[in-house]
């Protein structure tokens, strides 16, 4: 009897420890061993973010100050993230001293820089560190130019969200093209949650170029909008690659309030549309100012936010598919589209719709694209992604279509399952091994005491097994003489 309550009492132990493991890594996501983000400090009017590191000030010019990483050495760098192909890293500093850097979101196979920089190496496909030798008060400037292209090529997609096979496929195709970068416009996770963002991280880990993304209105769900923050930086900014200007915009709030883009933003918008005269002009953002699509119902959920928990849930169980999927704000709506014909946007790239849609409105052309890896609501509807091949004189755009299977939720949990697991081992490995010894040694010990109860049952399972497996030769040996 003192027996068996030992051995619930180890397996409680051990069940518990896990699921509080599986708890903790569900609420907390690390993103690299040694990394503690820094408050985000981003200027979106000149896309600069400064910091003050101990006396140095480090600027980046189309970038943000990600956070510092410390090393198995122990020796700190500086994490940067660039949101532009072309990112400027200034330096300054009251002392002279070294500085390691680590740059992130470019592409090390076609990025060159202006200036000699020390222990350049490359960490990941997407990831370079170097090292910055500084004299006292002598200003540096290291500008990081792309390498010539032939065929200058952007993809465009979104609304992966827990579609994680499809885009995994395409990430894979993506590869196999490189392109000079991704745009993922919106919806990158099905709620905010830090284990959802994990699953995101760990899928678009293995993008070999650039990824710029914006926020959709599944991100921001949960409290996501500060993880996004720490992963991914400021929710609008924008930049120039060759003659043209790629401008990202906040719109996610749109689904479930009156206003998508709030005044401030829309301040920013007009000055940025105004310093990028001359050049061709791309925004993207998530949720369409008009739903292209004919008999949809209005959307009442802005309303419905002071609903109780029943009908909210009700809601939810009813499904979205038919519903209007633009602003909510029709006057908004106008006021978008108007701004983007009086600077004469080339493409304004959406998504939110599960589905791909093309239309003008203005001489503006409006393209939504959300058929990467979300369930496809919409009829005929097909997993696709989209390549803007881009040259002087203008633009053409390629629909790439995927195979589009039912959408099986077991699949989407299995699946989800899988890279909570490679993903969680990567961040606690020596936890995870220590907990799974600990699981095993309880298990042969728990099977060991039991020996009593299930030896004697596999004895006679053998026995059976071996006596059905000798009558079975017999009888095949009989079959064979009498043929």
Avoid: C
Wanted: without cysteine; glycine residues 6%.
């Amino acid at each position: 009897m003192r027996k068996k309550w030992l051995v619930l009492i180890l397996l409680v132990i051990g069940l518990g420890f896990t699921s509080a493991f599986i708890l903790h890594s569900y609420k907390n996501f690390k993103v690299q061993q040694g990394f503690v983000p820094l408050p985000l400090s981003f200027d979106p009017y000149t896309s600069v973010s400064t910091y003050d590191w101990d006396g140095n000030m480090v600027s980046i010019e189309g970038g943000f100050v990600k956070g510092k990483v410390v090393d198995n050495s122990n020796q700190e760098s500086l994490l940067l993230r660039s949101l532009s192909p072309t990112p400027i890293v200034s330096f300054k500093s009251e002392i002279k001293k070294s500085y390691g850097i680590r740059l992130e979101n470019v592409n090390p196979a076609m990025i060159k820089t202006s200036d000699q920089i020390g222990n350049l190496k490359t960490i990941d496909p997407h990831t370079i560190s170097f090292t910055v030798d500084l004299q006292a008060n002598q200003p540096k400037t290291i500008k990081f130019e792309l390498s010539a292209q032939e065929n200058p090529e952007v993809i465009m997609l979104g609304d992966n969200r827990n579609g994680y096979g499809t885009f995994s496929n395409i990430i894979d195709q993506v590869n196999a093209i490189k392109p000079a970068f991704v745009v993922d416009n919106g919806d990158l996770v099905y709620g905010g949650e830090p284990n959802r963002y994990r699953l995101f991280y760990e899928t678009v880990s293995k993008l070999q170029v650039p990824l710029y993304t914006t926020l959709g209105n599944h991100d921001i769900r949960e409290n996501g909008l500060p993880i996004y923050t720490e992963l991914f930086g400021p929710a609008y900014y924008s930049f120039d690659y060759l003659k043209n200007h790629f401008i990202f915009l906040d719109s996610s709030r749109g689904w479930t309030e009156k206003t998508a883009i709030p005044p401030e933003q829309y301040r920013w918008l007009e000055a940025d549309l105004q310093k990028a005269h001359g050049k061709r002009i791309f925004v993207v953002s998530h949720i369409p100012p008009t739903d292209p699509r004919a008999n949809v119902t209005p959307n009442t959920y802005p309303e419905s936010q002071k609903t109780g928990v029943l009908q909210k849930l009700m809601n939810k169980l009813s499904g979205t598919s038919d519903i209007d999927h633009a602003f909510n704000d029709k006057a908004e709506a106008k006021k978008f589209e108007d701004l983007m014909t009086k600077y004469k946007v080339d493409t304004v790239f959406l998504s939110h719709i599960h589905s791909f849609f093309s239309f003008v409105r203005g001489n503006v052309r409006y393209i939504i694209t959300g058929g990467a890896g979300a369930e496809l609501l919409s009829q005929g509807s097909e997993y696709h992604y989209i390549r803007v091949h881009i040259t002087d004189d203008e633009n053409y755009l390629e629909i790439v279509e995927l195979p589009s299977p039912p959408n099986q939720i077991i699949d989407r949990y299995w699946a989800a399952a899988q890279l909570f697991i490679s993903s969680t081992y990567k961040e606690y490995s020596s936890l995870v091994l220590a907990i799974g010894l600990f699981l095993v040694l309880i298990i042969g010990w728990i099977l060991w005491v039991l020996r009593h109860k299930w030896w004697p049952f596999l004895k006679k399972l053998g026995r059976w097994i071996y006596e059905v497996a000798k009558l079975s030769i017999l009888k095949y040996k009989e079959i064979v003489r009498n043929k």
